[in-house]
């Protein structure tokens, strides 16, 4: 680590500590030695020679930028630097400084050089150097092997399995209005009628002209009957008996179409009652008394009914992950409009055509609706179960680094004999145990332990100090 003091008496900045590494050889010549004589690595800048445009400040910063440091938003002056800072800025226009250029390379020297001494410069694929730098205090988690659950994340849409647009068969106007939007309703249940006074006078009619042709037909029974038993005395010849016959299957004849007339009439008059053609709730009624209707709803539904026992989920499945799903697989999800709460349902269809724009097929999975819970519309985020696997090794989700989501890759630190070892590993899911395990295909054994925090800054090769275990 680097001290930074200032001596108020002396007018000087003290710089103390491990200041080591490659940017020390572009230094100028006076400052190498100094560093090479003081077995106590110390350095002692003098303010009032320190400006914007003094050659050793010059050569500082050249140092810097060629070993390509950052600046370190961890470093800060204290308040007796701060004031040391200004008053050799109010002692110093004999030199004519700029105060604003003596701060703003004060500002930009100290962390720079907190950060250099702190951390050695490592070339990239090389293990730091751990000669003289301290143990980096991190915190670990074993590596464990579990069961995990393989998944496709999906979202859609839920819908009632069973709906239906009640429209009318008949022409005419709503006499009455029987049910309102949101009560259910059983199959047959009366949801309106029509005005049926103009049906009502033709059923009528229609049923005096039965009654007509039943007596036409009772009358032509007798006279058949009469003219057997004249023939049996041979009082007729045949032909009048024939022609009795005749007569008879032509009046009955008769009577059977007038009947038919007084179904068919009856038959259209039941029709001006609207009813429900299945069990459910009603989800939309279009019509009030007083509105006219078209046949088969020219003007739109009257009422719509749906069932939401039964629930169907219509989601988009990837291509790439097709192969993966089968009919029967659970799919779990869950609703914006029910926070905590998970729901189930099975793959029941798979549409065998993918989209062109989407690169996705429609997947359908029917979801029991118990309790009512569920609606129909409501957006959905889930997964499908694809496959469940056991002794899979897990690590947690803040142990990876140099995370490649397109390759599937990272890094992780894994702690052996006091040094931190990279290793590169293979990520399989990254959804176990609520999303902070993250399953991996190899490159660890179970009872590794791996960095999860303090890794950040770590390089391959230093030295380590446990200061617990956590995620």
Known sequence: MLKITADRDARR??????????????LEESWRDALARDEARRIVVDLSDVTFVDPRGKALLAAIHKAGA??????????????????????????????????????????????????????????????????????VSPVVAGDVTDTVNVVGSLSPKYATDVKSEVSGTVAAVYVTEW???????????????????????????????????????????????????????????????????????????????????????????????????????????????????????????????????????????????????????????????????????????????????KVIAEVRNTGDALKGGLFVRGRIVVANRAGVLQVPRTALLNWNVAAATADVFVVRDGKAEMRPVQILLTEQAGGTMVAIGGGLASGDHVVTRGGFALKAGDRVTVSGEGM
């Open 70 to 139: 950052t600046l370190s938003a961890g470093c800060c002056m204290n308040s007796a630097l701060i004031q040391e800072i200004e008053r050799t800025e109010q002692h110093g226009a004999a030199r004519a400084r700029s105060p604003r250029s003596f701060l703003w390379l004060l500002a930009f020297l100290i962390p720079s050089l907190a950060l250099l001494s702190a951390c050695s410069s490592v070339r990239a694929g090389e293990p730091a150097a751990t000669d003289g730098r301290p143990a980096v205090a991190v915190s």
């Open 183 to 361: 009560v259910p309703v059983r199959a047959g249940a009366r949801l309106a009628r029509l005005n049926t006074a103009e049906n009502d006078a033709a059923l009528e009619a229609i049923k005096a002209a039965e009654a007509q042709a039943r007596v036409a037909e009772s009358r032509a029974r007798r006279e058949y009957d009469r003219a057997l038993q004249l023939r049996e005395y041979g009082l007729i010849t045949p032909q009048n008996a024939d022609d009795a016959r005749s007569a008879l299957d032509a009046a009955a004849a008769a009577a059977e179409a007038a009947r038919a007339q007084v179904r068919a009439a009856e038959a259209r008059l039941a029709k001006s009652f609207i009813t429900a053609p299945m069990d459910g709730v009603v989800a939309f009624r279009g019509v009030n008394v007083g509105d006219r209707v078209e046949n088969m709803g020219g003007g739109g539904p009257m009422f719509r009914i749906v069932d939401n026992r039964r629930l169907d989920l219509t989601v988009a499945v990837p291509s790439v992950h097709l192969g993966a799903i089968r009919v029967g697989q659970a799919l779990e999800f869950t609703v914006d409009a029910l926070p905590g709460r998970t729901f189930t349902g099975t793959v029941m269809f798979i549409n065998p055509a993918v989209d062109e724009a989407s690169r996705a097929a």
């Open 13 to 26: 900045l003290v710089l103390e500590g491990s200041l080591s590494g490659p940017w020390v050889d572009t």
